[in-house]
Structures are given as C-alpha cells and as structure tokens.
C-alpha cells in the first residue's frame, strides 16, 4: 500500500527551561492510501500539535515528515504554501468558513486561487452530493453546525488532496451529523487518500482503519 506521508522521530517542545512541555517525543508513523487513521489521547497531549507538523503548519524541533516524497522540515515557506494548496485538505473543528461568502463560495475558494476549472467543476460536484445545495446559497451564520462542517469538508477536497488532516471534525455535531461526516471521510479514504482524524468520538474510533493513541508525548 502506498505511503503518503510518513514522520519519523518527531519531537516538539514549547516552551524552554522548568517551562518547557515536550509534547511528542520521538513519534513515528506514516500514513497510506485507502486508509481512514484516528488518533486519540487526552487533552493536551499533542494530537493537534502532530496535526500541524504532517501539514506544514509548523515544524518539528527534531525529526523528519515525508509528503508524497518530499521532506516538508526542509521546504520553504513558498514550497510549504504550495504543498498545502495542492496535496492536503485541512478540516477544522471551528469550521474557519469565511462569513462574507456564501456556502460555495467558501467551497470554491481554493479552486478559484489555483484557478483550476476541474477543481471548480468538483467543488460544485461535492456540493450537490453532501445535500448542500440550500446550504450553498446562504451565509455561514445562518447554517446548522452539521451543514458548515459538510462545506468545510467540501472545501477540503475541492483540489484533490492525497492527505486529509481533520481537527475532531464531529465535536461541534450532533449524532447524526457526526455520523454523516465518518462516512464522507471513509470514501474519501477509500477513494485512495490517507485521511488521518484527531477525535474523542467512539463513532469515528469503530470505523477507522487503525487507531493510534498518543500519550507522554508518544504513539502506540
């Protein structure tokens, strides 16, 4: 099965002296196609921190993150703007939709800055699959929690990523929202990306491929 991302040695401090948290200490994993990954741990224990690094949204004081093969801890900033537009789909539990911009317009942000057509043409498509398409036409403010989760999960994808990286994506849900929102993450793994979830929820622990659980900073 083919590996997209892969992290070896990972650690990441903050703070320094008596202050300093490690938070992982020497984490490994790597991440395949096909296969829908849950990471969970208490609070605090960095499972949004690892989050971060496999996106190159930030990096690690020690170790190495592979991304389709390329080294993330080395590339610069322009190269690490373009990684994350074209090969990973952030999802956020506090949805960060524009709320100047409708419902698709949210969606087909990213397609419009790379200003690729079959992106736009996707994004429209993942709007009428997730039952979206009275959700797309109105603000965010006005839409349920269920229906802004589904748009930033459709944003997320609108370019194709290879690596999904999703932040608790069914914390703010309700049951079956939740429920619906497992189940788009599962076909997009099996479409052949990696999908990695950070979650307390057991709904999305029984359907992940492999469960991992982070704790003191390390990941079994």
């Not at 398409?133 to 930033?152: F, I, K, N, T, W």
Request: a neutral charge; aromatic letters at 2%.
């Amino acid at each position: 099965m083919r590996v997209i991302a892969r992290g070896r040695g990972l650690v990441r401090t903050f703070g320094s002296g008596r202050a300093a948290l490690t938070v992982l200490d020497g984490v490994d994993l790597e991440l395949r196609a096909g296969e829908l990954v849950a990471v969970v741990g208490r609070s605090g224990s960095g499972k949004s921190t690892l989050l971060h690094l496999l996106g190159g949204l930030d990096r690690p004081d020690e170790g190495t993150i592979e991304l389709d093969g390329v080294r993330l801890e080395r590339a610069g900033e322009g190269e690490l703007a373009r990684l994350r537009r074209e090969k990973i789909g952030f999802v956020f539990q506090a949805f960060h939709l524009l709320p100047e911009l409708s419902g698709v317009e949210n969606v087909l942000l990213p397609a419009r800055i790379t200003r690729d057509r079959a992106a736009l043409r996707r994004g429209r498509e993942l709007v009428e699959q997730l039952g979206l398409d009275g959700a797309g036409a109105r603000l965010p403010v006005v839409l349920s929690g269920g229906e802004q989760q589904r748009l930033a999960i459709a944003r997320a994808l609108v370019n194709d990523p290879l690596l999904v990286l999703a932040d608790e994506p069914t914390g703010n849900l309700d049951p079956e929202s939740g429920a619906n929102v497992v189940e788009l993450l599962q076909r997009v793994a099996e479409s052949g990306k990696a999908v990695l979830v950070v979650t307390h929820e057991a709904n999305v622990v029984e359907r992940a491929d492999r469960i991992l659980r982070l704790e003191r900073g390390k990941l079994s």
